[in-house]
């Protein structure tokens, strides 16, 4: 083994001059085919996710369509001061907040729990019929969920309610009511997204060296502690990077399932930056002070991402770059 | 032997995961049921697992609706053309950043990455969209989502591993390098392009924030746009059984089943959501590697 490496090395020095020999000019033209496959996707990029990048301006500017985004005057931080004057920003802060919080903090174990049970399967077809089963929500949309909720939980003939009212007891108005909300906001989060969630988990457990097992067997270690002492510390990588990209999003609560569930009656818990940037912009038509409140809420996302990151190079020595 | 296998542990590990495997499915299952039912019948009568008076009025109603038609043309034609043309640049652009003499190529890795960290938002995006005349037309459900970083990189991923003897082969015979995308590294990527294809395609199928917000005109709306108006004014009214059951009569059909309106959503569901649980399961071991390829890399 070391002396493969020592010839990889040697060999490496020896190539390199051999490219540099070519001019930059050359070498690009001789790729020239590969820059046309490039082409279009450059163009998409600049147009698609540089131009609103600079499109942001707006947020400090008065912006309207027949000056355009050059032409509009510009505000400075008027936008911005009237958001954090507004009476309800706090809020909706702090709804963003509490909502994607308890999302992370009990739906960000949930894959992990399932992909651990479904390691313990010995039965394989009862393993992929579950795992299958567990892909499906995935691959449904927001508003397909939404109505499902609504027609199981609905308290004029939904199935859950029946069954509230065959055990004797009063039927419950689930959808819009404030004291459900949370509840039915995280469970249908986790119900949609934990089988996707677990894929990662359990490639990873599939990649854990079995011999790991059978020292801590030979040690005495029940499945309990093998899961604890093998398994777990065996994924800490892939959780820990998936952590961090959960931290990015704390800023953002989810805007789809929010824009569908929130309703007036839960409104006082329910609004949250996404689905304010929405309706104060696409609807109410106030572009520059929607773009102000989404451009405070990226940069935040931004922040906490990379402080998550930070922090997770120090600690666990994992970090995304 | 059969009893010292079944521990405690395992009994409970099982039933955990069965009951978690009919919670997943029983909505799907009451939908089902809800929407092979008489319409009448289904409000009279709580369903739980079968249908009350079973009919497929509710199915042959909505195809015989001509805005739900329309709606359905709508989404297939955005999916149909949306996937063939995102598979095909995101591949081509991927199949470019595999080579590793390309002068630049870190850069445009990084051109690309970064907006996955940073975008500008909803706002500018939709004055960017109206600029470009996208608003209102059905351009806007396929050219704003003909690229996406993460389904690059799983791309070139895949093209990385395949071996480069084929086409150093083809070359000495003659081949450009874009026919040699198309005629060799298309053909050996056909898992790698299902699951791309699968991932935009449902993208596409499930799309319905871009009708709601970005189209006006009825005849382009897609079939999930109509589902959430369906939604929204089912949420509107204080109870939707009620009012359901008011105007369920009145569409007062001479047949022996009838239909209302929560009837048809349910059947309109159905629709919508059935093609793509055809057509997962059966591309399930190829799109688990692609998500661990798009989380490892990304």
């Not at chain 1, 894929?199 to 040690?219: N, P």
């Not at chain 2, 709508?74 to 996937?83: A, D, K, M, Q, Y």
Request: net charge positive.
């Amino acid at each position: 083994m070391p002396q493969q490496t020592e010839i990889n090395i040697k060999s490496y020095p020896n190539k390199v001059p051999k490219i540099k020999k070519k001019s930059l000019w050359k070498r690009i033209w001789e790729h020239r085919v590969f820059y046309f496959f490039l082409l279009p996707g450059i163009i998409w990029f600049v147009i698609f996710s540089y131009i609103p990048m600079y499109g942001i301006t707006i947020a400090f500017k008065d912006f309207n369509f027949v000056q355009g985004i050059l032409g509009s005057p510009w505000a400075g931080l008027k936008y911005f001061h009237q958001f954090f004057n507004y009476y309800q920003s706090k809020e909706i802060i702090r709804n963003t907040i509490v909502i994607s919080l308890m999302k992370l903090l009990i739906g960000f174990p949930m894959p992990i729990i399932l992909a651990l049970l479904l390691n313990e399967i010995r039965i394989s077809k009862f393993k992929k019929t579950v795992q299958t089963i567990s892909y499906l929500p995935h691959f449904i949309s927001w508003v397909v969920v939404v109505t499902l909720l609504q027609r199981l939980l609905t308290p004029y003939g939904g199935p859950v309610n029946e069954l509230i009212a065959a055990m004797g007891l009063d039927r419950i108005q689930f959808l819009g009511n404030i004291n459900y909300f949370y509840q039915l906001i995280i469970s249908s989060d986790i119900w949609k997204g934990v089988g996707w969630g677990a894929i990662i988990y359990l490639a990873a457990i599939s990649g854990v060296d079995t011999q790991l097992y059978e020292a801590a067997k030979m040690d005495g270690a029940n499945r309990f502690r093998q899961m604890w002492h093998v398994t777990l510390p065996s994924i800490r990588g892939v959780m820990v990077i998936l952590f961090i990209l959960a931290c990015g999003g704390i800023m953002s609560a989810g805007y789809e399932q929010l824009l569908l569930m929130n309703t007036p009656a839960t409104t006082s818990i329910g609004n949250v930056l996404d689905v304010y940037v929405i309706k104060a912009g696409l609807e109410q038509g106030r572009f520059s002070y929607a773009t102000a409140v989404g451009l405070f809420q990226g940069i935040i996302g931004l922040i906490l991402i990379i402080a998550a990151n930070q922090i997770s190079k120090k600690v666990n020595e994992t970090s995304l770059w | 032997m059969v009893m010292k296998k079944w521990s405690i542990f395992s009994i409970i590990n099982y039933t955990l995961l069965a009951l978690f495997a009919f919670c997943t499915l029983y909505p799907f299952i009451y939908i089902l049921a809800y929407s092979l039912s008489d319409g009448m019948e289904a409000m009279k009568h709580p369903i739980y697992f079968f249908p009350k008076g079973f009919t497929f009025q509710n199915y042959i109603e909505i195809f015989q609706d001509t805005k739900f038609l329309q709606a359905y043309k709508i989404t297939i034609l955005r999916t149909v053309i949306g996937t063939a043309l995102h598979v095909f640049l995101c591949a081509l652009f991927a199949y470019a950043l595999t080579k590793k003499t390309l002068p630049g190529r870190s850069f445009f890795t990084f051109f690309i990455f970064i907006p996955t960290l940073f975008g500008g938002g909803m706002i500018p995006t939709f004055v960017l969209y109206r600029e470009l005349g996208l608003i209102d037309s059905f351009w806007v459900y396929v050219i704003p989502f003909l690229y996406n970083f993460f389904n690059i990189i799983v791309l070139r991923t895949f093209f990385q591993q395949l071996p480069t003897s084929l086409e150093e082969s083809a070359k000495i015979d003659g081949c450009g390098d874009f026919k040699i995308f198309i005629k060799i590294i298309l053909p050996l990527s056909a898992p790698v392009l299902a699951t791309i294809g699968l991932f935009i395609g449902v993208f596409h199928w499930n799309d319905w924030f871009t009708g709601t917000y970005f189209v006006t005109s009825k005849n382009l709306l897609p079939v999930q746009t109509l589902l959430n108006d369906l939604l929204s004014q089912s949420l509107a009214q204080a109870n939707a059984a009620k009012s359901a059951s008011e105007t369920g009569t009145s569409l007062g059909l001479q047949t022996i089943a009838q239909t209302t309106p929560e009837s048809l959503r349910m059947a309109t569901l159905m629709v919508a959501t059935l093609p793509i649980l055809c057509v997962y399961p059966f591309l399930q071991k190829y799109f688990v590697k692609g998500v661990m390829i798009g989380s490892v890399k990304g």
